[in-house]
């Protein structure tokens, strides 16, 4: 499984999100994307040959003068790796991923479980052990994110305004 993109939507919405994220990724020039709805309502995985991180700035622009052409994706996460729920692999990626950060960056480890009987708890004390960085939970520079989807689990390094909220950016930009 290959996916560079995780859509959250709403439930029993993933078909009308899939075919969403399809169309905007082409309208942002990628003529061939590819997405697949999960098991797990409400979550879609697409794979773009677009840079992730520069798609979620290209939909906060696209948000600004035609907002009406995102109604079904709640939610976009840009993803850096991919590899097999397995706590050993995790772990690998996510110290490679680390090594990005600053050593006088926060940060904090956000898992999403889905499909697993892993705990949160060991996966940020696994991961966490590698990363010699202040945690600050509230505002940190920098947020590991674990996001389990089953046999497979999506992992990032990045900052908050690097995630894809369309409420969030349809809410701020009507306030102009």
């Known amino acids: 499984m290959n996916f560079n993109l995780i859509v959250s939507t709403f439930r029993y919405g993933e078909r009308d999100a899939q075919e969403e994220i399809l169309d905007l990724l082409e309208i942002l020039g990628d003529n061939q994307p590819e997405s697949q709805i999960t098991d797990i309502n409400g979550i879609v995985i697409a794979y773009t040959n677009l840079e992730p991180f520069q798609v979620i700035n290209s939909l906060r622009e696209l948000i600004k003068s035609e ?5 079904y994706v709640l939610r976009l996460l840009p993803i850096e790796s991919v590899v097999h729920t397995r706590l050993e692999d995790i772990e690998s990626a996510a110290k490679n991923l680390t ?20 705990t949160s708890a060991d996966i940020i004390a696994t991961v966490g052990r590698h990363i010699n960085n202040k945690v600050d939970l509230k505002n940190p520079e920098w947020i590991v994110l674990i996001e389990i989807i089953g ?22 930009n009507s306030q102009w």
């Open 67 to 71: 907002p009406w052409q995102i109604r």
């Open 151 to 172: 046999a497979f689990t999506g992992l990032s390094v990045l900052k908050s305004n690097q995630i894809f909220s369309s409420v969030i950016e349809k809410r701020y």
């Open 99 to 118: 090594l990005k950060m600053h050593s006088e960056d926060t940060f904090r480890i956000t898992v999403e479980r889905r499909h697993t009987f892993m």
